[in-house]
Protein backbone atom coordinates (compact mmCIF):
# COMPACT_ATOMS: atom_id res chain seq x y z
CA UNK A 1 0.00 0.00 0.00
CA UNK A 2 3.02 2.40 0.85
CA UNK A 3 4.88 1.51 -2.08
CA UNK A 4 1.53 2.10 -4.47
CA UNK A 5 0.18 5.24 -2.50
CA UNK A 6 4.37 6.39 -3.39
CA UNK A 7 3.39 5.82 -7.06
CA UNK A 8 0.23 7.25 -7.29
CA UNK A 9 1.10 10.64 -5.86
CA UNK A 10 4.07 11.98 -8.28
CA UNK A 11 1.35 11.24 -11.04
CA UNK A 12 -1.45 13.16 -9.18
CA UNK A 13 0.46 15.99 -8.48
CA UNK A 14 1.70 16.14 -12.14
CA UNK A 15 -1.69 16.30 -13.45
CA UNK A 16 -2.67 18.75 -11.14
CA UNK A 17 0.53 20.95 -11.86
CA UNK A 18 -0.17 20.09 -15.73
CA UNK A 19 -4.05 21.94 -15.42
CA UNK A 20 -2.50 25.10 -13.81
CA UNK A 21 -0.15 25.53 -16.38
CA UNK A 22 -2.63 25.02 -19.25
CA UNK A 23 -4.96 27.49 -16.94
CA UNK A 24 -2.12 30.18 -17.11
CA UNK A 25 -1.80 29.73 -20.76
CA UNK A 26 -5.03 30.27 -21.42
CA UNK A 27 -5.41 33.63 -19.12
CA UNK A 28 -2.60 35.14 -21.07
CA UNK A 29 -3.65 34.35 -24.58
CA UNK A 30 -7.20 36.03 -23.88
CA UNK A 31 -5.51 38.86 -21.44
CA UNK A 32 -3.09 39.97 -24.71
CA UNK A 33 -6.20 38.87 -27.60
CA UNK A 34 -8.07 41.58 -25.30
CA UNK A 35 -4.94 44.02 -25.12
CA UNK A 36 -4.91 43.29 -29.09
CA UNK A 37 -8.42 44.14 -29.66
CA UNK A 38 -8.39 47.45 -27.18
CA UNK A 39 -5.51 49.00 -28.69
CA UNK A 40 -6.48 48.59 -32.24
CA UNK A 41 -9.55 50.24 -31.71
CA UNK A 42 -8.34 53.01 -29.30
CA UNK A 43 -6.28 54.53 -31.86
CA UNK A 44 -8.58 54.26 -34.65
CA UNK A 45 -10.73 56.45 -32.37
CA UNK A 46 -8.47 58.87 -31.71
CA UNK A 47 -7.71 59.32 -35.24
CA UNK A 48 -11.21 59.81 -36.14
CA UNK A 49 -11.39 62.19 -33.28
CA UNK A 50 -8.33 63.99 -34.32
CA UNK A 51 -9.55 63.78 -38.24
CA UNK A 52 -13.19 65.23 -36.77
CA UNK A 53 -11.45 68.01 -34.67
CA UNK A 54 -9.05 68.76 -37.65
CA UNK A 55 -11.81 69.57 -39.91
CA UNK A 56 -14.02 71.51 -37.13
CA UNK A 57 -10.88 73.59 -36.71
CA UNK A 58 -10.21 73.89 -40.68
CA UNK A 59 -13.19 74.99 -40.96
CA UNK A 60 -13.97 77.86 -38.60
CA UNK A 61 -10.74 78.90 -39.50
CA UNK A 62 -11.91 79.16 -42.91
CA UNK A 63 -14.99 80.78 -41.77
CA UNK A 64 -12.78 83.16 -39.43
CA UNK A 65 -10.04 83.77 -42.69
CA UNK A 66 -12.58 84.62 -45.50
CA UNK A 67 -15.78 85.72 -44.32
CA UNK A 68 -15.74 87.75 -41.07
CA UNK A 69 -13.00 90.40 -42.77
CA UNK A 70 -15.04 91.19 -45.30
CA UNK A 71 -18.20 91.61 -43.00
CA UNK A 72 -16.04 93.13 -40.50
CA UNK A 73 -15.33 95.97 -42.99
CA UNK A 74 -17.54 99.06 -43.04
CA UNK A 75 -17.57 100.91 -46.22
CA UNK A 76 -19.46 103.90 -47.17
CA UNK A 77 -20.47 104.19 -51.07
CA UNK A 78 -21.68 107.72 -52.42
CA UNK A 79 -21.61 108.93 -56.09
CA UNK A 80 -22.77 110.51 -59.27
CA UNK A 81 -24.40 109.20 -62.25
CA UNK A 82 -25.13 111.26 -65.64
CA UNK A 83 -27.84 110.07 -68.18
CA UNK A 84 -29.54 110.83 -71.56
CA UNK A 85 -32.67 109.77 -72.24
CA UNK A 86 -35.59 110.44 -74.82
CA UNK A 87 -37.73 111.31 -72.03
CA UNK A 88 -35.91 112.45 -68.75
CA UNK A 89 -39.36 112.69 -66.89
CA UNK A 90 -40.35 109.42 -67.75
CA UNK A 91 -36.82 107.78 -67.42
CA UNK A 92 -37.00 109.50 -63.65
CA UNK A 93 -40.52 107.93 -63.22
CA UNK A 94 -39.11 104.53 -64.04
CA UNK A 95 -36.09 104.89 -62.00
CA UNK A 96 -37.96 105.56 -58.66
CA UNK A 97 -40.08 103.09 -59.09
CA UNK A 98 -37.02 100.27 -59.56
CA UNK A 99 -35.70 102.15 -56.30
CA UNK A 100 -38.41 101.66 -54.29
CA UNK A 101 -38.92 98.28 -55.58
CA UNK A 102 -35.17 97.12 -54.81
CA UNK A 103 -35.25 98.12 -50.96
CA UNK A 104 -34.08 102.10 -51.19
CA UNK A 105 -35.52 105.42 -51.39
CA UNK A 106 -35.66 108.37 -52.98
CA UNK A 107 -34.55 111.22 -51.01
CA UNK A 108 -34.77 114.32 -53.53
CA UNK A 109 -36.20 114.45 -56.56
CA UNK A 110 -36.95 117.68 -59.23
CA UNK A 111 -37.72 117.88 -62.60
CA UNK A 112 -38.03 120.44 -65.55
CA UNK A 113 -39.70 120.33 -68.65
CA UNK A 114 -38.20 121.24 -71.97
CA UNK A 115 -38.24 124.56 -73.09
CA UNK A 116 -37.32 126.36 -76.35
CA UNK A 117 -33.98 127.44 -74.59
CA UNK A 118 -33.65 124.40 -72.19
CA UNK A 119 -33.61 120.75 -72.25
CA UNK A 120 -35.84 118.82 -69.84
CA UNK A 121 -33.93 117.68 -66.86
CA UNK A 122 -34.69 115.54 -64.06
CA UNK A 123 -32.34 115.39 -60.59
CA UNK A 124 -32.85 112.84 -58.13
CA UNK A 125 -30.86 111.38 -54.97
CA UNK A 126 -31.29 108.53 -54.29
CA UNK A 127 -30.41 105.45 -51.25
CA UNK A 128 -30.11 102.10 -52.41
CA UNK A 129 -28.84 99.26 -50.48
CA UNK A 130 -25.12 98.38 -50.95
CA UNK A 131 -25.55 95.46 -52.41
CA UNK A 132 -27.42 96.95 -55.37
CA UNK A 133 -25.36 99.30 -56.62
CA UNK A 134 -23.95 97.69 -59.46
CA UNK A 135 -27.63 96.65 -60.76
CA UNK A 136 -28.87 100.32 -60.19
CA UNK A 137 -26.19 101.31 -62.72
CA UNK A 138 -26.91 98.62 -65.14
CA UNK A 139 -30.90 99.72 -64.98
CA UNK A 140 -29.74 103.47 -65.48
CA UNK A 141 -27.91 102.09 -68.61
CA UNK A 142 -31.26 100.68 -69.97
CA UNK A 143 -33.31 103.86 -69.10
CA UNK A 144 -30.77 105.97 -71.46
CA UNK A 145 -27.38 106.38 -72.01
CA UNK A 146 -24.66 106.66 -69.20
CA UNK A 147 -22.17 109.44 -70.17
CA UNK A 148 -20.88 110.00 -66.70
CA UNK A 149 -20.11 107.77 -63.83
CA UNK A 150 -18.78 108.78 -60.55
CA UNK A 151 -18.70 106.33 -57.57
CA UNK A 152 -16.50 106.52 -54.36
CA UNK A 153 -15.88 104.29 -51.25
CA UNK A 154 -14.92 105.08 -47.99
CA UNK A 155 -14.05 103.18 -45.06
CA UNK A 156 -15.65 103.63 -42.13
CA UNK A 157 -14.79 100.81 -40.15
CA UNK A 158 -11.78 102.58 -37.88
CA UNK A 159 -15.01 105.20 -37.01
CA UNK A 160 -18.11 102.40 -36.12
CA UNK A 161 -15.43 100.70 -33.62
CA UNK A 162 -14.55 104.14 -31.77
CA UNK A 163 -18.19 104.83 -31.76
CA UNK A 164 -18.69 100.97 -30.09
CA UNK A 165 -16.18 101.65 -27.91
CA UNK A 166 -17.14 104.66 -26.84
CA UNK A 167 -20.96 103.64 -26.32
CA UNK A 168 -19.98 100.69 -24.21
CA UNK A 169 -17.58 102.96 -21.90
CA UNK A 170 -20.93 105.17 -21.42
CA UNK A 171 -23.21 102.20 -21.11
CA UNK A 172 -20.95 101.05 -18.42
CA UNK A 173 -20.87 104.50 -16.34
CA UNK A 174 -24.59 104.69 -16.76
CA UNK A 175 -24.82 101.11 -14.76
CA UNK A 176 -22.86 102.12 -11.99
CA UNK A 177 -24.09 105.94 -11.95
CA UNK A 178 -27.76 104.41 -11.62
CA UNK A 179 -26.03 101.89 -9.11
CA UNK A 180 -24.82 105.09 -6.54
CA UNK A 181 -28.42 106.47 -7.33
CA UNK A 182 -29.85 103.00 -5.36
CA UNK A 183 -26.79 102.93 -2.56
CA UNK A 184 -26.85 107.17 -2.14
CA UNK A 185 -28.05 108.28 1.73
CA UNK A 186 -27.84 111.35 1.06
CA UNK A 187 -30.39 114.04 -0.93
CA UNK A 188 -26.75 115.98 -1.98
CA UNK A 189 -25.22 112.41 -3.46
CA UNK A 190 -28.62 111.48 -5.02
CA UNK A 191 -28.90 114.64 -6.82
CA UNK A 192 -25.16 114.94 -7.91
CA UNK A 193 -25.51 111.26 -9.15
CA UNK A 194 -28.93 112.14 -10.86
CA UNK A 195 -27.44 114.67 -12.84
CA UNK A 196 -23.96 113.19 -13.74
CA UNK A 197 -26.53 110.23 -14.68
CA UNK A 198 -28.45 112.45 -17.26
CA UNK A 199 -25.64 114.06 -18.56
CA UNK A 200 -23.87 110.44 -19.59
CA UNK A 201 -27.59 109.21 -20.56
CA UNK A 202 -27.66 112.16 -23.22
CA UNK A 203 -23.93 111.53 -25.16
CA UNK A 204 -24.78 107.97 -24.73
CA UNK A 205 -27.76 108.61 -26.77
CA UNK A 206 -25.83 111.08 -29.32
CA UNK A 207 -23.30 108.61 -29.45
CA UNK A 208 -25.94 106.02 -30.80
CA UNK A 209 -27.72 108.20 -33.02
CA UNK A 210 -24.25 109.03 -35.03
CA UNK A 211 -23.89 104.98 -35.10
CA UNK A 212 -27.47 104.60 -36.48
CA UNK A 213 -26.95 107.27 -38.53
CA UNK A 214 -23.32 105.63 -39.73
CA UNK A 215 -24.85 102.16 -40.02
CA UNK A 216 -27.52 103.79 -41.90
CA UNK A 217 -25.28 105.09 -44.70
CA UNK A 218 -23.30 102.10 -45.08
CA UNK A 219 -26.68 99.89 -45.40
CA UNK A 220 -28.03 102.22 -48.27
CA UNK A 221 -25.51 104.14 -50.47
CA UNK A 222 -26.44 107.66 -51.79
CA UNK A 223 -26.19 108.02 -55.58
CA UNK A 224 -27.18 111.56 -57.04
CA UNK A 225 -28.39 110.83 -60.41
CA UNK A 226 -28.88 113.75 -63.43
CA UNK A 227 -31.23 112.60 -66.39
CA UNK A 228 -31.16 115.14 -69.56
CA UNK A 229 -33.00 115.19 -72.91
CA UNK A 230 -31.45 114.86 -76.27
CA UNK A 231 -31.57 118.73 -76.98
CA UNK A 232 -33.71 122.08 -76.61
CA UNK A 233 -37.11 122.22 -78.34
CA UNK A 234 -37.34 123.66 -81.40
CA UNK A 235 -38.89 127.59 -81.56
CA UNK A 236 -42.16 127.62 -81.96
CA UNK A 237 -43.22 129.72 -84.80
CA UNK A 238 -46.21 132.03 -84.76
CA UNK A 239 -48.76 131.24 -87.16
CA UNK A 240 -50.02 134.49 -88.52
CA UNK A 241 -47.16 136.95 -87.80
CA UNK A 242 -48.76 140.09 -90.15
CA UNK A 243 -52.11 140.38 -88.12
CA UNK A 244 -53.58 143.07 -85.84
CA UNK A 245 -53.57 140.80 -82.88
CA UNK A 246 -49.54 139.90 -83.43
CA UNK A 247 -49.26 143.71 -83.61
CA UNK A 248 -51.23 144.40 -80.70
CA UNK A 249 -49.35 142.16 -78.52
CA UNK A 250 -46.06 143.31 -80.03
CA UNK A 251 -47.09 146.86 -79.16
CA UNK A 252 -48.55 146.00 -75.57
CA UNK A 253 -44.58 144.09 -75.34
CA UNK A 254 -42.58 146.85 -75.97
CA UNK A 255 -44.54 149.38 -73.99
CA UNK A 256 -44.32 147.28 -71.02
CA UNK A 257 -40.57 147.21 -71.55
CA UNK A 258 -40.43 150.80 -71.79
CA UNK A 259 -42.21 151.57 -68.46
CA UNK A 260 -40.21 148.64 -66.86
CA UNK A 261 -36.74 150.33 -68.19
CA UNK A 262 -37.97 154.43 -67.61
CA UNK A 263 -39.11 152.87 -63.84
CA UNK A 264 -35.61 151.85 -63.69
CA UNK A 265 -33.89 154.20 -64.85
CA UNK A 266 -36.26 156.87 -62.68
CA UNK A 267 -35.32 154.55 -59.72
CA UNK A 268 -31.21 155.08 -60.17
CA UNK A 269 -31.76 158.65 -60.84
CA UNK A 270 -34.09 159.99 -57.76
CA UNK A 271 -31.26 160.22 -55.03
CA UNK A 272 -29.26 162.27 -57.79
CA UNK A 273 -32.19 164.25 -58.51
CA UNK A 274 -33.22 165.38 -54.66
CA UNK A 275 -30.14 166.40 -54.54
CA UNK A 276 -30.13 168.26 -57.27
CA UNK A 277 -33.19 169.94 -56.03
CA UNK A 278 -31.78 170.84 -52.73
CA UNK A 279 -28.31 172.36 -53.83
CA UNK A 280 -30.95 174.55 -56.50
CA UNK A 281 -33.17 175.64 -53.68
CA UNK A 282 -29.96 176.74 -51.91
CA UNK A 283 -28.22 178.77 -55.05
CA UNK A 284 -32.01 180.22 -55.53
CA UNK A 285 -32.11 181.46 -52.15
CA UNK A 286 -28.61 183.01 -51.99
CA UNK A 287 -29.46 184.64 -55.88
CA UNK A 288 -32.59 186.77 -54.13
CA UNK A 289 -31.33 187.74 -51.07
CA UNK A 290 -28.26 189.60 -52.99
CA UNK A 291 -31.58 190.64 -55.78
CA UNK A 292 -32.77 192.34 -52.99
CA UNK A 293 -29.72 194.38 -50.75
CA UNK A 294 -29.16 195.66 -54.38
CA UNK A 295 -32.39 197.68 -55.14
CA UNK A 296 -32.87 198.74 -51.32
CA UNK A 297 -33.11 203.00 -51.67
CA UNK A 298 -30.41 204.69 -49.48
CA UNK A 299 -32.79 207.24 -47.47
CA UNK A 300 -32.05 211.38 -47.79
CA UNK A 301 -31.83 213.57 -44.97
CA UNK A 302 -34.96 215.67 -44.33
CA UNK A 303 -34.10 219.63 -43.55
CA UNK A 304 -37.49 221.00 -41.03
CA UNK A 305 -37.28 225.06 -40.51
CA UNK A 306 -37.88 226.23 -36.90
CA UNK A 307 -40.64 228.33 -36.12
CA UNK A 308 -40.77 232.13 -36.19
CA UNK A 309 -37.37 231.71 -38.03
CA UNK A 310 -36.26 232.86 -41.30
CA UNK A 311 -35.36 230.70 -44.00
CA UNK A 312 -32.13 231.60 -44.08
CA UNK A 313 -30.78 229.72 -40.81
CA UNK A 314 -29.13 226.15 -40.74
CA UNK A 315 -30.85 223.32 -41.50
CA UNK A 316 -31.67 220.53 -38.82
CA UNK A 317 -30.92 217.08 -39.39
CA UNK A 318 -32.88 214.60 -37.48
Not at 52 to 66: F, I, N, P, R
Not at 170 to 179: K, N, P, Q, T
Not at 189 to 207: F, K, T, V, W
Request: proline share 4%; hydrophobic share 45%.
Amino acid sequence: MTTLSRRLRPSALTWASAAMLVGLLLAGCSASADDAADGGAAPAAVDAGSDSAADESGGKADDDGSSSPNEARLVVQTGSVWVEADDPLAAARELATYVERSGGRVDARSESAASADAVATASLTIRVPAAKVSATIQELGELGRVSNVDLRAEDVTDAAQDLDARIHALELSVARMEALMTSATTTKDLLDAEAALSSRQGDLESLRSQRARLQGQVSLSTIDVTVSGPGTLPVETAESSGTFLSGLEAGWDALVSTISVTMVVLGAMLPWLVVVGLLGLVVLAVRRRRRTVATTPEREPVTVAAPGTGGDEAPHQD
